[in-house]
């Protein structure tokens, strides 16, 4: 029986990074292997913006995909797509440019705007997007760093 994990590093062999997405807002940086509105290896994917995309490292599915961010359409800052700093209303837009264009935007945009100002309820121990992004590419870099065959 051949071995998952030596067959999922094979298919990392191919996803190299065309370079390190790097959010203008709050640093997250994490590798993309496309910018575009549809992703290589999906069928009948088109995204309703250029964004930038990484593959899914949790599965070997080739047509699993991760969006990181885009930039934004009214000052082009590139921003990833954490609550915290963008949103995407028929466009992406930064949360600073947001705030400055609040009167623009629906009384339902304004409203879940005002919630996220809220302080966060969720726990401490609870992560975030960001965290959940880093941690998803660390353990792809994990990933294509072991040994094939390792743990079979």
Excluded at 38 to 46: A, G, L, N, R
Excluded at 116 to 127: N, T, V
Aim: hydrophobic share 35%; glycine share 6%; with cysteine.
């Amino acid at each position: 029986m051949p071995c998952v994990l030596g067959l999922q590093m094979e298919g990392e062999a191919g996803r190299r990074p065309l370079g390190v997405f790097k959010c203008q807002l709050c640093a997250l940086t994490a590798p993309y292997s496309y910018v575009g509105q549809k992703p290589p290896d999906t069928h009948s994917v088109v995204l309703l913006e250029e964004s930038y995309v990484m593959k899914d490292p949790f599965t070997p599915d080739k047509d699993r995909f991760l969006v990181l961010g885009s930039r934004c359409s009214l000052c082009s800052r590139l921003v990833c797509v954490s609550p915290e700093c963008s949103l995407f209303y028929s466009k992406r837009f930064c949360l600073p440019c947001v705030r400055d264009n609040m009167d623009a935007f629906p009384q339902e945009i304004r409203q879940d705007l005002e919630k996220r100002k809220a302080p966060s309820k969720r726990p401490a121990s609870q992560p975030g997007s960001r965290t959940v992004i880093i941690v998803t590419w660390l353990l792809g870099a994990l990933r294509r760093s072991e040994p094939r065959g390792w743990g079979c």
